[in-house]
């Protein structure tokens, strides 16, 4: 089993910045891939950013050169989001796929005020 911790969601005016957290833990043999969805009310869910086999990184084109996906050696992964706008708004999910198995977050919502 794979547990999946997030932080740093929150309220934030437009053109501000947050940083998001995913700490992997459990029975982790090798991480396939990691990364960052978003759920907006009435949408699916996206890929926001995602990096896969530890050094091949992508972006969903609404977030590229605002967003910078890294990634620790302790198997956290975290998600820099810069000048936010209000179409970020949304519940950001981390997802890691370990041994063939999808694991999910329980989500962090982040609000752009207006």
């Known amino acids: 089993q794979v547990q999946l911790v997030e932080s740093g969601g929150g309220l934030v005016q437009a053109g501000g910045s947050l940083r998001l957290s995913c700490a992997a833990s459990?029975?982790?043999?090798?991480?396939?891939?990691m990364g960052w969805y978003r759920q907006a009310p009435g949408k699916q869910r996206e890929l926001v950013a995602g990096?896969?086999?530890?050094?091949?990184t992508s972006y969903a084109e609404s977030v590229k050169d605002r967003f910078m996906l890294s990634r620790d050696t302790k198997n956290t992964l975290y998600l820099q989001m810069n000048n936010l706008k209000s179409e970020d708004t949304a519940v950001y999910y981390c997802?890691?796929?370990?041994?063939?198995?999808?694991?999910w977050g329980q989500g962090t919502q982040v609000t752009v005020s207006t």
């Open positions: 990096i896969r086999g530890g050094v091949s």
């Open positions: 997802n890691v796929l370990v041994s063939g198995t999808n694991y």
């Open positions: 459990g029975t982790i043999f090798s991480i396939k891939a």
